[in-house]
Every structure is written in structure tokens, then in C-alpha cells.
């Protein structure tokens, strides 16, 4: 069969070069445009929020905004920039033969505050999350640890219009996270108890009401176990040095074996425990220098072997001196 226009050998009754000339096969607006968060950066795309970078959310558009003949296959598209407008080289194959179409366009990007932002400035939230510890300060090195628990949450959450912190509450007793949503706060409170130890607690009370149906927030209040890892504990009446305290582990002191933490009695601080040296040493006791007054007092021995001269932790218990080897301190 030929082409009834140039006659050449065509598989219609017109060939793809004369039809293209003749006709459109590719439709693409003159205008595109994006919508992007100004305080955020995200991009609306298919009428939702995502964190997408200019490059990616113009190809999203511009693919959305881009039609084609049905029968021409399309092998190739790309994007590139001359002057102010970009240009579209669209390739492919139309009826068996190889055309090539290029449309231009131009890109115009519109601010709109996105919803997750505009409730983040409103104050919004669904569940507070409320970090305390039981009968101390938390130390800095677990608000750390909280605030990239956090972070490390919000982030794989981030496409979520609920992912935010409206609001940090520093108390005497603690901290509270004001989160948007109900479900990360519980993600939130659940991974500080996990990773730092501690016991969770639920409660939820009426804001408001929505559609005829009563509107909860959530408080999840996490309490981390009164000993830190290095404290001195007793259980059932043995001290032990806390070694794990999210698994509630420690080490006894007397046989260096593992004992699992039920309520324990918090005993002294790391920071109570001391360095001192053995000055001497024998089958049933075991000197060293007091802890505060330096003089040479007769301790409580463990069962660990020991030398005069050997570097030992020790702390004050009851008016007695106990004594810790050194490696048990390294657990």
C-alpha cells in the first residue's frame, strides 16, 4: 500500500510523516503549573501533599498534563530548557514508523500553605506524649535520645498532614510532646519505652465533637524506670549494678551473676559510685579507701579475685562499704 499523499510504501492509506503534518498527535497544555507549601516545600501532586523535589513534581505534572494519539507508541520523552520555556522531545513510532514530536510549555509555580502546615500553625494536635521518670530529673542524654526518637518517627511519617509537633511543654516533672496525630503519638511513646525502658499509660478525655460523634485527644505518659544503667539496685535483697535498664537486667555484685529487675529499690547513683584502690586483701575481707574520707576502711567483699593495688568502684550502703570489681562497671 502507498501513502495517497507522497505515494510512498505505507501500512494505511497515509503515511505517519504526512499525517503528523496534517494533524496533532501530542497535546500538551501551554501552562503548567505546581503548587508548592511555602513554608514546608512540599508539592500538591494528584491532589495530594508529597515531599518531592521541583524536577520531580514537574515531571509529575507534566506527564499528567500530556496526551497522545492511540496509536502512537511512545519510546522516549525528554525534558529540556530554551530560554524562558521548556521544551518536550517526544519520540516514538506511529503506524510502525519512527517520528519524533517537541511541544513547548511553560512552568508556573503557585504558594499555598499545605493543611499539615496550616494546622501545625494553628496549634492543632491529637495526643500528647508526656515523658517523665520515676522519682529523678531525666537526665539529657534520654531527652536526646527522645528527640531523635521523635524525629526518626515524623520523618518516615512525613507524607502524613498529621506529622508535626505543635507544641513543647518543658515541666518541672518532665517534658510533653503536643502531636498531630493520635496513631505517632502511640508509635512515639511505644519506641521511647522500647529503646529507654519504662512503663506506658493511656488516657483520653472528649475535645470536642465531630459529624454527631465525640472527638477524643490521647495522652500517652511514658515513665522511664527510676535506675539508669551503672546504678547500684536491690533485689530481694541482693545489690546488683544495672546493666540493661530497658530489659531490666543487672549484675549481682557478690557473684557477678545476671539477676532480671522487678520493682527493684534504688540503692545509689553511677555518679554516687567511686574509684578507690585495694590496699589489702585476704580470704574473708578486703580494704580500700573510704570513698569520702580516704582512710583505710574494711569493705564488703564480692567473690571476685583481687590484688592490693587493683583499681575497684566502691559506694556506702547502710553505713557499710561495698565493693565493686572493676569490669562490672564496664558491662
Known sequence: MRCAVCGKESSSTICASCYIERNEIVWLDDIIRLTTCPRCGFFRIGGRWKSVGYDEALTDALYSSLRVHPDFEVSDVEVGKEGGKYIVHISGSLWGEGVEVSKTFEARVTREICQRCSREAGGYYESIVQVRADGRDIEEEEFRAVREIIEAVLDKERENMKAFISKIVERKEGIDYYIGDRNIGRKISR?????????????????????????????????????????????????????????????????????????????????????????????????????????????????????????????????????????????
Open 191 to 331: 519506641r521511647i519505652a522500647e529503646e529507654l525502658g519504662g512503663a506506658i499509660t493511656e488516657s483520653k478525655k472528649i475535645s470536642g465533637r465531630k459529624d454527631g460523634r465525640d472527638v477524643y485527644r490521647f495522652t500517652y505518659s511514658v515513665r522511664l524506670p527510676a535506675y539508669r544503667k551503672g546504678d547500684i539496685v536491690e533485689q530481694d535483697g541482693r545489690l546488683a549494678v544495672v546493666t540493661n535498664p530497658r530489659l531490666g537486667k543487672s549484675v549481682s555484685i557478690e557473684s557477678g551473676e545476671t539477676i532480671n529487675l522487678k520493682k527493684p529499690k534504688l540503692v545509689a547513683r553511677s555518679s554516687d559510685v567511686v574509684k578507690s584502690v585495694v590496699i589489702n586483701v585476704d580470704a574473708a575481707a578486703i580494704e580500700v579507701l573510704h570513698p569520702v574520707t580516704h582512710e583505710v576502711v574494711t569493705a564488703v567483699r564480692p567473690k571476685a579475685s583481687f590484688r592490693p593495688g587493683d583499681e575497684v568502684y566502691t559506694f556506702e550502703y547502710e553505713g557499710r562499704v561495698y565493693v565493686i570489681p572493676e569490669e562490672l562497671m564496664r558491662v
